[in-house]
């Protein structure tokens, strides 16, 4: 510690001004090519915005967590100053996920999974029907519900927070469960701490968000793959309720173990798909969305959203499958957004971010936000996808390498670390391990470069620095970290 | 270098008290313990022959007190000072000294005490043993006290939580316990409730060298852990006591009270009961030898009064701190009676009684109390016979106990006559090593002991020149000596052992292991101001409110020279070097609004003063000035992670990019110097914006609203409905009821809509009517079947939600088995305190038999003459069908038979309260 502060502000001063690259005057920054637009919020609407749906009629509905949703006309004006709010309903219980079905708008609250509809036409709902309240709340803050958009069955799937961080108060805290078209609630996924957002991935499979805490090392993102156990035993009591719906209640993991030691004991429990390492990526992983815009929203079809609370941002996700898993990979992709993002929604036009820092501080400073995030046309540079090999990793990128720097293994930085599966809130990044890169192969098409490494680790984050790479053009990387969270190395 | 850390979990399983009866036959030590120093336990205990280690047992042991070693030997090794025997004889029973004495090992397994007899024969280690208990008991006289259930229960909590059991083993049945504790004795065998609690309060006062630090516990406190220590004490009571609960702000008029329990004690311990709101009269008896006059000492928190055979003597009434007042009374020789009121209104609780007279200096009157068995139990106390205190007096000097612990008898301080071999002398062998010379002190060291001390005898002395200890070697046998390394790691040494980390607690769970576990020392010297270190040291510190752990006093004559140390090794962080030429008073602006709502709200999670904060209750945002060195400060906003790894403080200004350009034009070291600025006005600065909480007050104006969260009264899944007539209720989902009516104001909805949003929140307006818990709907067998208890849930009703009609007043929906109901409220007027009409409309496709409907329930329902019913003679109700009144499980009800057919069945009837 004997640099100076004053030396390091003006390193990061000169970053932005000199070291530009050629061809662009400035070095290009998240938004060239992904632009914000923020919506002027009128004062008479506090717009925590907890769920945010797109209504057959082409109004956006936005859900708060004081429980009100307001419909938004023209939602998509820009800049969007011809927007008009209309309240739609009032004095529901903290409403984390709306989804339109025919007439009906299906809104999960506090305590049940709610519809709606305006029956007289008069713009604001009137019927308010429970569509189920089998699972229970005590009166604890953090027994939060979150929805997710209907399935092909036409299910939503509800993630219900647990009483605090460590036990399960209530029934099916700490659980996923089903909610049938006809109102009946399947208990699907045990093992849930505390979610942040759920939704489905282009396969239609559903994941969530958990946080940091309890059994949860770092932030993360989870396969709610039916039947199993998502790591936190909290909840685990309710097995008794279940009526062996997804089976017997699974052995108890063993605290300040390790996540891939206890999945190899315990077959129900399923590890997180994607760890967000804490304060890299961000401290509060929240909603989730898919884009599956055809590539109205840039080169990433496919891959998955994740909003983080605290740093206001959201990040990128590559998934693949190996050994019938999901893993795979995140990326930085978009700060600045007004409010902590809490809930995503992905539409042709742009991905609309909703925002709130109540309770939990966030570095975008309005108590309350609603950004639309579009794509610019331009393509970024950067990592488009990372997939595990039996002996490293391919990754491919958004634009043709620079042979040279992509082929030169000083271009990369890898080290790899796991987390403490353990009881107490939390973990540091433990068992650390520096692998070696032998070699980096670029491949003919220039897009993509197979690296090969020798010191794998099976169950830790890899985290990779690309910082030597350039595109043809000379462009470094829009961001040049990945986290690759690699549960199961494939076998070929 | 430091220590290694060997194996953590070690754990002696079957130590600990060796139940030792009062008068132990004085057969020689057979024991198998040694002596346990808590750092050569955790850090040596597998080594042989280490330097450090001996040093370290070299200071614990008191080694230097008898062999003189010179100054640059001295300087390196950290003596710890034997306890203070001043008045040895007020704390540790006659009967504990006299076996411990004889044999110290067994007597207290782990004691750093040596054997001095060793090597004597029975018999006159018998005669010298009992001279030096003599000698030792005139010193002060034992105030017997025994501890009272309610103090033993808080006790517990306490030294399981404050930071005892840092050091010491866990005591609860089935705790773990590690070979690292420092040991006790059994405790009831050599204190009193009183001794202890004096010990407590002050520790630093009788053991100067602050291995045992101060805890910073207030007289409750002190006597609470001491009750928990010495539960099993069992103590003649020779006061019967009388307690009371209710609120008064002076002594109340007892006679006209009935007491809410009795008991018995052996001294005024007012912890009997509930901690505020509460009163207690003792009644005794007390003995006075001499007729003359007698002063009586009363001093209490709250109020308290003296009576002496019925007559006043001395008050001191009112709510306020801890004072006292005295009065005098002429008596007669023999036995009085007393009567001793006190009443106790909030916060913390004290009584003290004491007398003086003729013969007798200023002292607890707990002495004088007489129990109804007191001639037989005389004989069995302890009487010092002054021949053989006086022998014990030489004793105490020739055989070396005045080498070790200071004894001052009529002010003037024992000498040692015993003489020993300067340390210079010494040749790593034989002697106090292996303790089987004649007249050698017994240590019982273990082999790992004794060869670490005679590596670190034969360095010292064979080293031609003995090197200073580097500033970090002083650290690192500092916090070693002082098993600072049981709470705080610093750099790779020391931090919470694995097997006590579960017991280091917190009321913020969500700060995960900040919260609970002690910061650590690395670059403390970096971080924390000398002034404020210091303070630390003198006056412990509770900065940290979340955390159960505190920082007890060392004592900067003890650890004092950690600060200069920290201060060499830890580098100043470098000078930011920010200048402004922004106005003072602008730039402390700018930090406020960095500081609260508008800017990081920093005030979500720091507490500011004593403001609340609105998330979780992180550390105090007012002394951080004070505590913390600025330019540490600095960096340590643009990087939190780098001093405290997995913190979940964020960066504000990460990589140093600025989140508010609008601010300081966009500067990120002069907006963090801002917040610098204006913290450093610290209590006296204007409160951030977004402090407190402001009232978010829901009114219906035209239409009805609802507000559905955690109503208090109402259950988690309430729906409350405010409506324009200001007549508002509170509809329970969960059993499908009106909880609440109430009047006037709806709901404050800051609770729930200003940070996380937890607890129940009660109505705001007044008048409020709490209906009864239970379903308001039931199938009975027979109209005497009584009314289910279950809830609405177990019983198979469905809420099935509401639909919004004229004016938004909403109808409730719900299904009772097959039957659907409409449940719909109308304030009727808008005139003050208005009445309500409810309807309900049930239907079915089939007809339901034995359905009811339990309109009232209460204590009483009286009929008038207008077809209302009074219900508890306090609201009223008025049905429009046919009902019946019965009595049910001790209440009365007032039920409706309900014949629900296709056609709907309409009840209606209206609420007046």
């Known amino acids: ?492 | 270098m430091p220590p290694r850390c060997p194996d953590a979990f070690s754990i002696i399983v079957a130590m600990l008290i060796v139940a030792c009866t009062l008068a132990v036959p004085f057969a020689s030590g057979q024991s198998t313990s040694h002596p346990i120093v808590p750092g050569f336990e955790r850090f040596y205990a597998q080594s042989s022959g280490d330097v450090a280690a001996g040093e370290l047992l070299i200071g614990e042991l008191g080694c230097l007190s008898c062999h003189r070693a010179e100054a640059a030997i001295a300087a390196r090794v950290l003596s710890k000072q034997a306890p203070i025997l001043d008045h040895v004889g007020l704390r540790v029973r006659p009967e504990f000294l006299r076996a411990y004495l004889a044999d110290p090992q067994k007597t207290k397994p782990g004691t750093t005490m040596p054997n001095l007899f060793s090597s004597v024969s029975e018999a006159e280690r018998t005669e010298q043993v009992e001279a030096l208990t003599h000698f030792l008991a005139s010193t002060g006289s034992l105030l017997e006290g025994g501890p009272v259930t309610p103090a033993i229960r808080r006790g517990e909590q306490l030294f399981h939580t404050v930071g005892c059991v840092a050091c010491h083993n866990p005591r609860r049945e089935g705790s773990t316990q590690l070979s690292t504790s420092v040991p006790l004795p059994e405790m009831e065998s050599k204190y009193s409730v009183p001794g202890l609690t004096e010990f407590l309060k002050n520790p630093l006062a009788v053991r100067l060298a602050g291995r045992m630090p101060h805890m910073n516990l207030d007289d409750t406190q002190a006597r609470e852990i001491a009750s928990y220590l010495l539960r099993n004490l069992e103590v003649a009571s020779k006061l019967e006591y009388a307690y009371y609960e209710g609120n008064w702000d002076k002594l109340p008029d007892f006679d006209s009270l009935t007491p809410t329990s009795y008991g018995v004690s052996a001294s005024f311990d007012v912890n009997v009961g509930r901690e505020n709101s509460f009163a207690i009269v003792f009644r005794g008896r007390f003995r006075v030898e001499q007729e003359g006059n007698y002063v009586f000492h009363i001093g209490s928190d709250d109020g308290s009064r003296l009576k002496v055979d019925g007559h006043e003597v001395v008050t001191v009434d009112g709510i306020h701190p801890f004072s006292s007042g005295k009065g005098k009374i002429a008596l007669q020789p023999g036995i009085h009676e007393l009567e001793v009121q006190y009443f106790e209104g909030g916060g913390e609780q004290e009584l003290k009684v004491e007398f003086q007279g003729k013969g007798i200096d200023r002292r607890a009157l707990e002495y004088a109390l007489v129990g109804s068995d007191d001639e037989q139990k005389a004989t069995d106390r302890f009487q010092v016979d002054p021949t053989l205190a006086a022998k014990g007096k030489q004793l105490f000097s020739s055989i070396g106990c005045a080498s070790c612990h200071q004894l001052r008898v009529d002010g003037k301080q024992l000498a040692s006559e015993r003489t020993a071999k300067p340390f210079a002398a010494l040749v790593a062998r034989g002697g106090c090593l292996s303790g089987t010379g004649a007249g050698v002190p017994r240590f019982h060291l273990n082999d790992a002991q004794s060869s670490s001390v005679a590596a670190a005898i034969k360095l010292l002395n064979n080293a031609t020149t003995l090197p200073e200890k580097t500033p970090e070697q002083a650290i690192t046998s500092t916090l070693i000596a002082f098993n600072c390394v049981a709470c705080h790691q610093r750099g790779e040494l020391g931090g919470v052992e694995s097997g006590r980390n579960a017991l280091f607690q917190s009321d913020q769970p969500e700060m995960g292991d900040e919260g609970r576990i002690p910061p650590h020392l690395t670059g403390v010297g970096s971080k924390l101001q000398p002034e404020w270190l210091k303070q630390v040291f003198d006056k412990g510190a509770k900065d940290r409110p979340y955390m159960f752990t505190q920082m007890p006093r060392f004592g900067s004559q003890n650890v004092g020279h950690l600060i200069a140390a920290f201060g060499q090794v830890d580098p100043e962080v470098a000078d930011h070097g920010i200048t402004t030429d922004i106005d003072e008073r602008h730039l402390k602006a700018a930090g406020r609004k960095l500081v609260g709502s508008e800017g990081f709200s920093c005030i979500k999670c720091h507490t500011w003063g004593n403001e609340k904060a609105t998330g979780i209750q992180s550390i105090n945002m007012v002394t951080m000035t004070r505590r913390l060195k600025e330019n540490w400060f600095h960096e340590y906003l643009l990087n939190p992670q780098q001093y405290r790894p997995g913190t979940r403080m964020p960066a504000a200004w990460p990589q140093g990019q600025v989140l508010l350009p609008t601010l300081l034009d966009g500067k990120a070291m002069t907006q963090i110097h801002s917040v610098w600025e204006f913290l450093s006005d610290g209590a006296k600065a204007t409160a951030p914006v977004g402090l407190g909480t402001d009232p978010i007050i829901l009114t219906a104006f035209d239409e009805a609203i609802i507000y559905r969260n955690f109503i208090e009264g109402a259950g988690p899944r309430a729906i409350g409905v405010g409506y324009p007539e200001k007549a508002n209720q509170a509809f329970d989902a969960n059993d499908l009821r009106i909880a609440l009516l109430w009047h006037g104001a709806f709901m404050d909805a800051s609770k729930h809509w200003i940070g996380r949003g937890p607890g129940f929140q009660p109505p705001l307006g007044d008048n409020i009517l709490k209906l009864p818990l239970g379903v308001s709907f039931a199938i009975l067998s027979s109209p005497e079947a009584s009314w289910p208890t279950a809830t609405a849930k177990e019983l198979g009703y469905e809420f099935r939600g509401y639909r919004l009609g004229e004016a938004r007043r909403p109808t409730f929906l719900y299904d009772v088995g097959k039957v659907r109901v409409e449940d719909t409220l109308v304030p009727d007027s808008k005139e003050p305190f208005t009445s309500a009409t409810r309807t309900l409309k049930l239907a079915t496709a089939l007809p339901v038999e034995n359905v009811w409907y339990r309109a009232a329930v209460g204590n009483s329902i009286e009929a008038t003459d207008d077809d209302w019913y009074i219900v508890d003679g306090s609201w009223r109700i008025r049905l429009d069908v046919e009902s019946t009144i019965r009595k049910s499980a001790g209440k009365v009800e007032l039920l409706i038979p309900v014949r629900v057919t296709s056609e709907a069945t309409v009840i209606t009837q209206q609420y007046a309260w």
């Open chain 1, 1 to 492: 510690m004997t640099r100076t502060i004053s030396a390091v502000i003006l390193s990061v001063v000169a970053v932005a001004s000199t070291n530009a690259v050629p061809g662009f005057a400035q070095t290009p920054t998240e938004a060239d090519y992904y632009r914000l637009i923020p919506y002027d919020i009128p004062a008479y609407i506090n717009l925590e915005a907890g769920g945010i749906e797109l209504m057959p009629d082409g109004k956006l509905a936005v859900s708060t967590r004081r429980g009100d949703i307001y419909m938004i006309d023209e939602p998509f004006a820009d800049p969007p100053t011809s927007v008009r709010w209309t309240p739609f309903a009032k004095g529901l219980h903290e409403v984390l996920g709306i989804h339109a079905v025919g007439d009906w708008l299906y809104a999960t609250q506090r305590c049940e999974l709610t519809r709606l509809k305006d029956e007289d036409g008069d713009g604001k709902a009137d019927l308010f029907e429970t569509v189920n309240d089998d699972w229970e709340i005590t009166g604890d803050y953090h027994e939060y519900a979150f929805g997710s958009p209907p399935d092909a069955e036409g299910n939503i799937w509800v993630v219900l927070c647990l009483t605090g961080s460590f036990n399960s108060n209530a029934p099916y805290r700490g659980w996923c469960v089903r909610i049938t078209p006809d109102g009946k609630l399947l208990p699907t996924c045990s093992g849930i701490r505390s979610p942040g957002g759920i939704a489905m991935n282009a396969a239609g499979d559903v994941f969530y968000t958990d946080n940091q805490g309890p059994w949860n090392g770092t932030c993360s993102l989870k396969h709610l793959k039916p039947g199993s156990f998502q790591g936190h035993p909290g909840g685990n009591n309710w097995y008794d309720i279940t009526d062996g719906a997804i089976g017997p209640r699974p052995t108890e993991p063993q605290s300040e173990s390790r996540m891939m030691v206890e999945a190899k004991k315990i077959p129900e429990l399923e590890p997180p798909a994607v760890y967000f390492p804490y304060q890299k990526m961000g401290q509060s992983a929240s909603g989730i969305a898919c884009d599956t815009t055809g590539g109205k929203f840039g080169p990433f079809e496919g891959q998955l959203f994740v909003g983080d609370q605290t740093h206001s941002t959201v990040m990128r996700v590559f998934l693949e499958q190996v050994n019938g898993h999901y893993q795979g990979a995140c990326f930085p992709f978009r700060a600045g957004f007004g409010s902590g993002s809490l809930s995503l929604k992905m539409t042709d036009n742009g991905l609309f971010v909703g925002g709130t820092n109540r309770g939990w501080g966030s570095r975008g400073n309005k108590p309350y936000s609603l950004d639309r995030l579009v794509w610019t046309g331009k393509v970024p540079f950067e990592i488009h996808e990372m997939r595990a090999k039996p002996d490293g990793f391919e990754l491919t990128f958004t634009h043709e390498v620079d042979s040279k720097s992509a082929a030169d293994v000083a271009s990369y930085e890898l080290q790899t670390y796991a987390y403490i599966y353990q009881a107490s809130y939390g973990s540091p990044e433990v068992d650390h391990t520096k692998p070696t890169i032998t070699r980096a192969e670029v491949a003919a098409d220039k897009r993509s470069v197979r690296l090969f490494i020798d010191g794998l680790q099976e169950g830790h984050v890899h985290e990779l620095h690309l910082l030597g790479i350039q595109s043809r053009q000379g462009m470094p990387l829009l961001h040049q970290e990945a986290y690759y969270t690699l549960n199961y190395i494939p076998a070929s």
